[in-house]
C-alpha cells in the first residue's frame, strides 16, 4: 500500500520495532548532543514514557500532520478554541507539562482539558481540572482510554478525543523528546572531540559517499496521483465491492468476483480508503448493522490497518467473512486471526511474489488479480506526461522496509577508538586465534582496525569466522571462534566498552599499545568511541542519501522541527545540507534591508472557477541566507487580525519529499533534504525570524480585510529579479551577477522560479516570458473564460527544483519542474509538452467531469489544442494513434479498458468529425460547468453515472447531433434519462463511427 510521505516520517517503528527500541536507537546514533548536563539529564528524562514535569515550556506536534496543537482564538475556557496549526513557536502552541496537567503557556492558570461529552478538548482551568493526561511508549497523549487525536478529513485543523488506536494521526512528538533522543548521553559535542578524531571522522564519511552503492530498490508500477487498490479475501478469493448504490444513503459494500471495475477499486490516502467510483466517500463501519458503508471522506475517522498476517481492520475489530453462503457479505468482528479474517492487496502479493517461501500460499485467482493489475498500472506509468523520465514510481512499503532491514549493523565495518590515545582497537599481527595479538595503532584504515557488529558480538574484518574475545590468561584480548564464542560486548552512555563486569582499559604505561579488560572505574583510559557514532554526531547529513536509510531521514525530519521550534536568539541546533540545494550565500555578500509594499486590495477568486486557481503570492527581490536571523517588521499599527493575514515564505519549492516519493526511489536516493522551504506567521512590530535553508522570500496572503501596508525586511541579500515591463536589459544585466542562487522572472500571467546560474545566458528575460503568458493565454482561451467570467486573477508559478516528488514534472500550485530534465530559462520549455501538460492539469475541471473522461487524457486536450495553435501539428496524428485506436476499439476495445491515450481519442474524434464547433465545444463545456450554482456543482461531483451523462448531453447539444451511437461504439453507458432529454431535442443520430475512415 503506498503511504503518504509524512506518514512514515514518525519514530514509532523502525525494523519492525517498538518506540523504545527506536528512541534507543536514536539515542545511540543520532547528530549533535551536548555534553552532560543536568539540561540534557532532565531533557533524556523527558523523553520517557510518562512525560517529566517541566520547567521549560514544551510542543505538542502530531507525528501524522505535522502540525501543533495550538489555541487558534480566545484566551480563557469561556472562548478558546483549540485546534491544529502550523508550527511556529508561538506561545499559543507551547505547554507546560505539570503533574499529569498540560499548562498553557499564554496563562498556567488554563490547562489542556475535556468536555463532559469526553470527545472536544476545551481549555479548562489548572486548578479545579481532573483530567490527567499520560504521553505513552508508542507516542499516544492519552486520557483514560482515550487519545489525542487528529481526524484524517481535509483541512485536519481538528482535534478531537477518541477510543485509542495505532494509527499515526494518534501519535505526537514532544520538542523536549524530539531534543532528548536528538541529544542523548551516547552522543558527543564535536568541540568534545580531538582534531584527530574528527580526522578519521572525515576520511571515512569520505569513504562512505565515495564507495557505497546505495542497495537496489524494489519498485512497483505506481501512475501520477495514486494507484487504486483491491482487498482481496484469501477465504473467498473476491474482491471488497460497493455492489449497489453510490453514496452513503445506498450503497451496499459486500463482495464479488474480481471484475476490474471501478466499484472494486480503493485508493489509499494514509489510513482512509477512498472508493474509486467517488473519493469524496470513502470506507467506514456501519454501527447500525456491524458492516461497512461509504462515509463522507471529509468527515470520517476511520483508520484503517492491513498487518502483516493479512487482517484488515480498524482499531480492535477486523473485517470478516461470514461463512454462511454465498459469502458476499463483510462485516466487522473482533480480531481473531482466522482465513476467514485475512486479506490480501495487489502490492501485498507484489510483496509475497519476491519471497519464494510464500510465493506457494498465493491463489491462482490472486496471482491473476495481481497479473492483471500489475499490467495496468505499467500501462498507465508509461503514458505519465508523455515524456523520459516522467514515470512516478513507487515503493512498497514493506519493500522498502526489508531493504532497509538488509543494511544493518553487519553490514558495514565500524571502528573503536580509544578516548584516552585517539588510538583504533587493531589486530597488530597474527591472523588466527593462535598468534593474533589485539592492540591499539594509529587509524590506517585497515581491515585489521574493522570490526563488523553481530548483536553483541564484534567480528574482526579479516576474518569474519574470528570474533574479539576475552583471553582469560593474560587479562587481554584474543580472536576466538564466531560460531563458539559466547563474549557479548556492550558499548554504554559513558562510552564504557566492556564484556559482564570488566571494560576495556588502555594501561597508562608508554607506548600505550596495549589493551586489557580491567574492573570498570569509569575512567578516561577506559572510554571508547564508535566511529559511526562519531560520523553521525559530527555530520549534517550530506545529500545525496540513499533511500533505504530511512533511519536517517526520520532523523533529519526530526532535526527539522527542533530547529524550527529552537529560541532564533540561540546558535541553530543541526546544521542542514543547504550547499547541495538550494545554495549559500557567501559570507561576504552584502546584506541589506528592503522594503516592499504588501498588496492586499484584491484577495481570493472567483468562487465558480473549478480548477487549480493560484494562490495569493507576492514575490521579492530579497533572498534570506540559510541559517542566518533576519526581521520582518510590520507597522505597530497594524491590526492583529489584519497582520494574521500575512504569512512569509522563503522558498517557492513546497514538494516534502520522503522515502517512498516516486522520484525518490526511482533515483534510489534523496538529491536534497526532504523539505527546503518554511513558512512564518507575523504580528505587528517587529519579527525575528530564521530560515534554516534559506530561500526566495514571498509575502502569501489569505482572505479577509482589503488593505496595503508597509514590511521593512532586514538582513537579507538582493536576488535577481525581472519583471516583464519594468526591468530594463541594462539593469538584468547587472543583477543577474548577484550572489543569490536564485532569481524570481515575473510575466503578465507567470512567475518563474529559477537557479541564477540557469538565467546567466538569458540577455533579457522579455521573449522566455512572452511564450510563458502565451501558453497560459492559450490554456485559459479553451477553457473558455471571456471578459464576463474572468479566468484567475493570480499568476501561476513555475518552479525549479533538484528533485521534487514524483514525475519530471507535476502540476498544483507551484507547478514544479525537474531541473535533470527541464530548464525553466530555456525558451525550448514553454513551447514543450510537459508545460502545456502540467499546467493544462492546473485547468482541468477534475471532479466535475474530466477525471471521469480520463484524467492523463482529458488534460491532453489542451496540449493538442496549443500544439495547433503554435503550428506544429497533432501529437496523435504523428504517432498513428487515431488508427490503431479505432482497429483497437472494432476488436472491442472499451473506454473504461482504455489507456489515456485511446480516451483522448475518444474525445477527439468528436472534435475532428465536427469542425464546426471544433474546439468551441470543449470551450462551452467548461463554460457551462462554472455557470452551474455550487448546489448543481455538488451533485454533480457526487455521480459517476452524472457526469457521463453531462458531457454527452452538452457534447451533443454543441455538435447539433446525438452522439449516442459513438459513446455505445466504445461501451460507454449512458442513462435512459439522458437518452430521452436528448431525443426531444430532436437532434439526429450521428454515425457509430466517428473516425473518417
Known amino acids: 500500500m503506498?503511504?503518504?510521505?509524512?506518514?512514515?516520517?514518525?519514530?514509532?517503528?523502525?525494523?519492525g520495532g517498538e518506540a523504545s527500541r527506536v528512541i534507543s536507537y536514536l539515542l545511540h546514533f543520532v547528530g549533535e548532543a551536548t555534553c552532560s548536563s543536568p539540561d540534557r539529564e532532565r531533557s533524556h528524562a523527558q523523553s520517557s514514557s510518562t512525560v517529566m514535569d517541566a520547567d521549560e515550556p514544551d510542543y505538542l506536534v502530531n507525528q501524522s500532520s505535522h502540525t501543533c496543537l495550538t489555541v487558534v482564538r480566545g484566551s480563557s475556557p469561556r472562548d478558546a478554541v483549540i485546534a491544529m496549526a502550523k508550527c511556529s513557536g508561538n506561545v499559543k502552541q507551547q505547554w507546560f507539562f505539570h503533574r499529569g496537567q498540560w499548562q498553557w503557556a499564554g496563562n498556567r492558570q488554563f490547562c489542556l482539558d475535556v468536555d463532559s461529552d469526553h470527545?472536544?478538548?476545551?481549555?479548562?482551568?489548572?486548578?479545579?481540572?481532573?483530567t490527567v493526561w499520560t504521553h505513552d511508549s508508542e507516542g499516544r497523549i492519552l486520557t483514560e482510554s482515550r487519545g489525542l487525536d487528529v481526524p484524517w478529513g481535509k483541512p485536519r485543523t481538528a482535534v478531537i478525543l477518541y477510543p485509542k488506536h495505532d494509527g499515526a494521526n494518534q501519535k505526537w512528538w514532544t520538542l523536549s523528546g524530539l531534543k532528548a533522543s536528538l541529544g542523548g548521553t551516547a552522543c558527543v559535542r564535536m568541540d568534545c572531540v580531538p582534531t584527530r578524531v574528527l580526522e578519521i571522522c572525515h576520511k571515512e564519511c569520505q569513504a562512505e559517499y565515495g564507495q557505497m552503492s546505495a542497495p537496489t530498490c524494489q519498485r512497483c508500477g505506481k501512475a501520477k496521483g495514486g494507484v487504486p487498490e483491491y482487498l482481496i479475501s484469501q477465504s473467498t478469493n473476491t474482491c471488497l465491492t460497493v455492489l449497489s448504490g453510490s453514496d452513503p444513503r445506498d450503497a451496499v459494500v459486500g463482495l464479488a468476483e474480481y471484475t476490474g471495475s471501478g466499484r472494486q477499486q480503493w485508493f489509499v490516502q494514509g489510513g482512509q480508503w477512498q472508493w474509486a467510483g467517488n473519493r469524496s466517500l470513502c470506507l467506514s463501519p456501519d454501527e447500525g448493522r456491524q458492516g461497512l458503508c461509504l462515509a463522507p471522506s471529509e468527515k470520517s475517522s476511520a483508520f484503517w490497518t492491513l498487518n502483516e498476517e493479512g487482517i484488515f481492520g480498524t482499531e480492535s475489530r477486523a473485517l470478516d467473512?461470514?461463512?454462511e453462503e454465498p459469502r458476499t457479505?463483510?462485516?466487522?468482528?473482533?480480531?481473531?486471526g482466522g482465513q476467514n479474517q485475512r486479506w490480501w492487496t495487489v502490492t501485498l502479493v507484489s510483496m509475497w511474489l519476491e519471497l519464494p517461501r510464500t510465493k506457494d500460499k498465493l491463489s491462482k485467482t490472486a496471482l491473476r488479480i495481481h497479473e492483471v493489475e500489475e499490467a495496468k498500472r505499467k500501462a498507465s506509468q508509461d503514458a505519465v506526461d508523455g515524456a523520459p523520465g516522467s514515470h512516478c514510481d513507487c515503493q512498497a512499503e514493506a519493500s522498502c522496509r526489508r531493504a532497509s532491514q538488509a543494511a544493518s549493523d553487519d553490514e558495514f565495518p565500524d571502528y573503536l577508538i580509544s578516548q584516552s590515545t585517539n588510538t583504533c582497537l587493531t589486530v597488530l599481527s597474527g591472523s588466527d586465534p593462535r598468534d593474533a595479538v589485539v592492540g591499539l595503532a594509529e587509524y590506517t584504515g585497515s581491515g585489521r582496525q574493522q570490526w563488523f557488529v553481530q548483536g553483541g558480538q564484534w567480528q574482526w574484518a579479516?576474518?569474519?569466522?574470528l570474533c574479539l574475545s576475552p583471553d582469560e590468561g593474560r587479562q587481554g584480548l584474543c580472536l576466538a571462534p564466531s560460531g563458539k564464542s559466547s563474549a557479548f560486548w556492550t558499548l554504554n552512555e559513558e562510552g564504557i566498552f566492556g564484556t559482564e563486569s570488566r571494560a576495556l582499559d588502555v594501561p597508562w604505561e608508554e607506548p600505550r599499545t596495549k589493551v586489557i579488560l580491567y574492573p570498570a572505574h569509569g575512567g578516561q583510559n577506559q572510554k571508547w568511541w564508535r566511529l559511526s557514532s562519531l560520523i553521525a554526531a559530527t555530520?549534517?547529513?550530506?545529500?545525496?542519501?540513499?533511500?533505504?536509510?530511512?533511519?536517517t531521514y526520520k532523523q533529519e525530519m526530526a532535526r527539522i522541527l527542533v530547529n524550527k521550534l529552537s529560541n532564533v536568539s540561540l546558535p541553530l541546533p543541526h546544521a542542514v545540507d543547504v550547499d547541495t540545494f538550494p545554495g549559500s550565500v557567501a559570507k561576504t555578500t552584502p546584506r541589506c534591508s528592503r522594503s516592499f509594499t504588501l498588496d492586499l486590495t484584491v484577495l481570493g477568486q472567483a468562487s465558480n472557477l473549478r480548477m487549480t486557481a493560484p494562490e495569493d503570492w507576492q514575490?521579492?527581490?530579497?533572498?534570506?541566507?540559510?541559517?542566518?536571523v533576519f526581521q520582518i517588521v510590520l507597522p505597530e499599527t497594524l491590526s492583529e487580525a489584519r497582520a494574521d493575514q500575512i504569512t512569509a515564505r522563503v522558498g517557492a519549492q513546497r514538494d516534502v519529499l520522503g522515502p517512498e516519493s516516486g522520484n525518490v526511489v526511482d533515483q534510489r536516493k534523496f538529491m536534497r533534504c526532504p523539505v527546503v522551504s518554511e513558512e512564518f506567521e507575523l504580528k505587528p512590530g517587529v519579527n525575528t525570524l530564521r530560515s534554516q535553508f534559506?530561500?526566495?522570500?514571498?509575502?502569501?496572503?489569505?482572505?479577509?480585510?482589503?488593505?496595503?501596508?508597509?514590511?521593512?525586511?532586514?538582513?537579507?541579500?538582493?536576488?535577481?529579479?525581472?519583471?516583464?515591463?519594468?526591468?530594463?536589459?541594462?539593469?538584468?544585466?547587472?543583477?543577474?551577477?548577484?550572489?543569490?542562487?536564485?532569481?524570481v522572472l515575473v510575466g503578465d500571467k507567470v512567475v518563474v522560479v529559477a537557479p541564477t546560474k540557469a538565467a546567466w545566458k538569458l540577455s533579457d528575460p522579455k521573449r522566455l516570458l512572452r511564450r510563458y503568458d502565451d501558453v497560459i493565454g492559450m490554456l485559459e482561451s479553451l477553457s473558455g473564460f471571456t471578459a464576463g467570467d474572468p479566468p484567475p486573477r493570480g499568476k501561476q508559478w513555475i518552479v525549479d527544483d533538484v528533485q521534487i516528488s514524483c514525475g519530471s514534472a507535476h502540476a498544483g500550485f507551484p507547478a514544479m519542474f525537474d531541473r535533470q530534465y527541464y530548464d525553466l530559462t530555456s525558451l525550448g520549455t514553454p513551447h514543450d509538452w510537459v508545460s502545456w501538460h502540467e499546467l493544462g492539469h492546473n485547468y482541468q475541471q477534475g471532479e466535475w467531469w474530466s477525471y471521469t473522461y480520463g484524467s492523463e487524457s482529458t488534460v491532453n486536450l489542451f496540449s493538442c489544442y496549443i500544439e495547433e495553435q503554435i503550428g506544429i501539428g497533432n501529437r496523435l496524428q504523428r504517432e498513428n494513434r487515431y488508427m490503431e485506436t479505432a482497429f483497437a476499439v472494432d476488436k472491442g476495445l472499451t473506454f473504461e479498458a482504455a489507456d489515456c491515450w485511446q480516451k483522448l481519442v475518444f474525445l477527439m474524434e468528436i472534435k475532428n468529425a465536427f469542425p464546426y464547433p471544433g474546439w468551441d465545444m470543449f470551450r462551452n463545456l467548461n463554460r457551462s460547468v462554472r455557470a452551474l450554482s455550487p448546489e448543481q456543482a455538488d451533485q454533480l461531483a457526487a455521480s459517476e453515472q452524472r457526469k457521463l451523462d453531462y458531457v454527452y448531453k452538452i457534447l451533443s447539444r454543441e455538435v447539433g447531433a446525438d452522439l449516442i451511437l459513438h459513446y455505445e461504439r466504445w461501451g460507454i453507458f449512458i442513462s435512459p434519462e439522458a437518452r430521452l432529454e436528448i431525443q426531444q431535442e430532436g437532434f439526429e443520430k450521428a454515425p457509430e463511427d466517428l473516425t473518417g475512415r
Open 694 to 743: 534559506g530561500g526566495s522570500l514571498i509575502f502569501t496572503y489569505e482572505e479577509g480585510e482589503n488593505f496595503t501596508t508597509i514590511a521593512e525586511v532586514r538582513n537579507v541579500v538582493e536576488a535577481p529579479f525581472y519583471v516583464m515591463g519594468q526591468t530594463t536589459t541594462s539593469q538584468w544585466a547587472k543583477m543577474k551577477e548577484l550572489d543569490a542562487p536564485y532569481c
Open 2 to 15: 503506498a503511504t503518504h510521505p509524512l506518514t512514515e516520517a514518525t519514530f514509532t517503528r523502525s525494523r
Open 329 to 336: 457479505k463483510v462485516i466487522l468482528y473482533p480480531a481473531h
Open 119 to 130: 470527545k472536544k478538548v476545551v481549555l479548562g482551568e489548572s486548578a479545579r481540572s481532573s
Open 462 to 465: 579479516g576474518n569474519r569466522s
Open 321 to 323: 467473512v461470514p461463512w
Open 539 to 551: 555530520r549534517c547529513v550530506k545529500y545525496p542519501l540513499a533511500c533505504t536509510d530511512v533511519d
Open 619 to 628: 514575490p521579492t527581490d530579497a533572498y534570506v541566507p540559510a541559517g542566518e
